[in-house]
């Protein structure tokens, strides 16, 4: 079974504070995402890759970074925090289909609460 | 902006009832999946259906896709108290962006 483990199922830090999301994929997958959920608005696209070392902008990045350095791995950092990035993090990744893009496989998440 | 928007917001039913829900999305698409999320958890892939497909079945699963209108729909047929969960639609866009609305809360109730 494809496996997406995220780092941490629960986190609390302070504002201001350096944060990494870890995101693992074990399926040799091209792309990989990181998305927001919040209550009612659904999932937003914060960042995403389609191969090592390149990323590209989703809906929302301000306030985001992220880094793939390896295939398998594809991380989100948030320089500073602030309470208005309180959330649940989810990272997926996925195969490119021919003009598209495949199923998207889902870690659990990471539900981030900024003090 | 979301470019899926799902419609109802929230869906009850009763075992054993069929349950619809639909999407309308904006732009053009190369695919549109639908996902389930029970509560708390990661979303799990329901099924795809491409651009030029206008209807998909997987199990008690059906999917219609109306590029004309920009629509889709989900229809679960005989619903299972398991099945209570959301449900989102995901717009694969032209340029690589997989979208997602707000998605539709079920109940299934006993």
């Known amino acids: 079974d494809v496996k997406v483990t995220q780092s941490s199922r629960y986190l609390v830090k302070r504002t201001g504070e350096k944060v990494f999301l870890e995101c693992v994929q074990d399926?040799?997958?091209?792309?990989m995402f990181w998305y927001r959920q919040d209550p009612g608005l659904g999932l937003r696209l914060i960042y995403f890759?389609?191969?090592?070392?390149?990323?590209e902008k989703g809906d929302i990045p301000e306030g985001y970074s992220v880094s793939r350095e390896k295939k398998e791995r594809f991380s989100l950092i948030l320089e500073s925090a602030s309470t208005n990035q309180t959330s649940m993090y989810l990272c997926a990744s996925s195969f490119s289909l021919a003009g598209g893009t495949g199923e998207l496989f889902f870690g659990e998440g990471s539900r981030l609460t900024v003090l | 902006s979301q470019q899926g928007e799902e419609d109802p917001q929230a869906l009850s039913i009763q075992e054993g009832e069929n349950a619809t829900m639909n999407c309308s999305y904006k732009t053009s698409i190369n695919n549109l999946q639908w996902y389930r999320q029970n509560s708390g958890r990661g979303l799990v892939h329901l099924i795809l259906?491409?651009?030029?497909?206008r209807e998909k079945h997987s199990g008690r699963l059906r999917v219609t896709l109306d590029t004309s209108k920009k629509s889709s729909s989900l229809l679960i047929t005989a619903s299972r108290a398991a099945d209570t969960a959301s449900y989102f639609c995901?717009?694969?866009?032209?340029?690589?962006?997989?979208?997602f609305g707000a998605g539709t809360q079920v109940v299934v109730t006993p």
């Open positions: 259906i491409r651009s030029n497909e």
């Open positions: 995901a717009t694969d866009l032209l340029g690589g962006k997989l979208q």
């Open positions: 399926m040799d997958h091209e792309n």
């Open positions: 890759s389609y191969d090592v070392k390149m990323k």
